[in-house]
């Protein structure tokens, strides 16, 4: 319900400027008076709340259905522009680190890849079709088995169902599932 919440939240900050543009057009094409202003933003206002509260649904489903898939611990901090997770791999076997790496590299949506030693990497991650991208960099702790993935929002995406949030969680999910890595516990 927190999510839903958070979601609904987002569209409706989304989409408030549009229902405002929308009544001054009515308010310039009707006349201003009091039973015009009345009618108009009882409108917007009943038309803004089911549309924002459909877009938000649609936005939690989608992104409910992204962690499921991914193994992802799913919260309202999912609409943050800085997502940290630790992850561990599915089959923790002597190379994985290396797997990791060549998975992380090999895959379409990932770019800019730089390692910092043997036990960090950054890189950068198209969530979506376009160029718009996040920033990412793995942590490795090789005696615990764990990866620290640190993603943040670094060009002002346009989320998941136009909410204008939620790409940094989507490109966890599809980082986690291109490395073949699975949630622990959401750091910080």
Known sequence: MKLLTACWRAAVARYAPMALALTV???????????????????????????????AAFAARSLRRRARAAGIALSAGALDDRQTHVLRPVLLSDGWQER???????????FLVAEKGREEIHFRWRPWRGEESVWGSMS??????????????????????GLGKGSVFAAVCQIAGATGLQAGVPAG
């Open 25 to 55: 057009i009515d308010f310039v094409g009707d006349g201003f008076t009091w039973d015009s202003v009345r009618e108009a933003v009882g409108v917007v206002l009943l038309v803004l709340a089911v549309l924002s509260l459909g877009a």
């Open 100 to 110: 990791v790496r060549e998975e992380l590299m090999a895959s379409e949506r990932s």
């Open 140 to 161: 490795f702790d090789a005696p615990s088995g764990g990866v620290v993935l640190d993603v943040r929002d670094g060009e002002g995406l346009r989320g998941v169902v």
